[in-house]
């Protein structure tokens, strides 16, 4: 939609992903399979098509979404000797790099919105360009919708998410949550047993947000795109987390800028977000968005602001405005294609 708007021809793969897209993880035996069986037929599907399209009419770009699952690297680097420049955006590598490594250097340039790890690319020998996520105006704005809840999370459940829910409800504030395995049993007996003994063989204890729960009634279904944008609305607060599902052997969180701290901001949101020292290179703590550090500081400040009208809406709308004016597609791409020498 955004290429679109900015005035491209856009040409898109048809092509059923439903099966690969499942099957990703080439570690994992099992899925391993499936590649080995599937990969080969999107790949030379993926280049008849491309062909066929550049024959009608040259392709300047090619730009994809792909794992190392989905496309063999050949391919990748024989679309980019037609003459036409390859690009891959991925936003995995925080913690699943090695399900992207293997194609990255087939590609002209790849996107790169973590930036800790463009080193990693480059020891691969691929040639990444810091590009921060984003969300689209047109998709992500404000509705004129009465306001319901103090404070709601949309998102899965994982990690340390349900800890700083229920203290938040511990603490009097109405905070609900939608999304997949809220109801799920608690806790997650084969997944907890594999934390508990990754953080025992760092030296840890068992931390308080293992064994979290939030009670079935403040627990939501998954919603549809539409009204996941209309819940920043609806809420008073919208909180946003910066930790990865995946608990790294040395025991510290891995934390990455969320394609959410931009679709949240751009939709009105008063949002309320896990520090990250990245993030504030996109939004200014306490006048554009407010940051937590822990479970004490997030129920402080929760309660300030909702106790504080005007503060929370000044900050609400700044938030907006800095997303509307710097955080679009529009000027991301603008960015990137300044940078490759593409216009």
């Given at each position: 939609m955004s290429l679109r708007d900015l005035g491209h021809d856009v040409v898109m793969f048809e092509f059923d992903y439903s099966g690969i897209s499942t099957n990703l993880d080439i570690t994992c035996p099992a899925q391993a399979e499936y590649i080995r069986q599937h990969k080969p037929v999107l790949s030379e599907e993926l280049l008849r098509q491309v062909r066929l399209a550049h024959a009608a009419k040259p392709i300047n770009l090619f730009f994809s979404y792909f794992y190392s699952a989905h496309v063999d690297a050949a391919v990748i680097r024989e679309i980019g000797c037609m003459g036409i420049t390859t690009i891959n955006w991925y936003c995995n590598a925080s913690y699943q790099f090695h399900l992207?490594?293997?194609?990255?250097?087939?590609?002209?340039?790849?996107?790169?919105?973590?930036?800790?790890?463009l080193g990693d690319y480059r020891g691969v020998g691929a040639n990444p360009i810091y590009c921060q996520e984003a969300a689209n105006p047109s998709v992500y704005k404000p509705y004129d919708l009465p306001i319901e809840y103090e404070a709601t999370f949309v998102g899965q459940r994982y990690g340390d998410r349900p800890y700083y829910i229920s203290k938040?409800?511990?603490?009097?504030?109405d905070a609900l949550v939608w999304g997949p395995h809220w109801h799920d049993p608690v806790p997650e007996v084969p997944l907890w047993r594999k934390v508990v003994r990754r953080l025992k063989q760092v030296g840890g204890g068992t931390p308080d947000w293992v064994s979290a729960r939030v009670p079935g009634e403040r627990c939501g279904p998954p919603l549809s795109d539409d009204e996941y944008v209309k819940m920043y609305s609806r809420s008073k607060i919208s909180l946003g987390f910066s930790n990865v599902a995946y608990i790294p052997r040395h025991g510290?969180?891995?934390?990455?800028?969320?394609?959410?701290?931009?679709?949240?901001?751009?939709?009105?949101?008063?949002?309320?977000?896990?520090?990250?020292?990245?993030?504030?290179?996109?939004?200014?703590?306490?006048?554009?968005?407010?940051?937590?550090?822990?479970?004490?500081?997030?129920?402080?400040?929760?309660?300030?602001?909702?106790?504080?009208?005007?503060?929370?809406?000044?900050?609400?709308m700044a938030g907006m405005e800095r997303a509307r004016s710097e955080h679009t597609w529009h000027k991301r791409f603008e960015m990137v294609f300044r940078e490759i020498g593409l216009t």
């Open positions: 992207v490594q293997d194609i990255a250097p087939a590609y002209h340039y790849c996107l790169v919105p973590e930036k800790f790890r938040l409800i511990a603490a009097g504030i510290e969180p891995i934390k990455q800028v969320r394609l959410r701290d931009f679709e949240a901001t751009m939709s009105g949101a008063f949002y309320m977000v896990q520090h990250f020292d990245e993030l504030t290179d996109f939004f200014e703590p306490d006048r554009e968005i407010v940051c937590f550090s822990d479970a004490a500081e997030l129920v402080d400040k929760a309660r300030f602001y909702l106790a504080h009208d005007a503060e929370r809406e000044r900050i609400r």
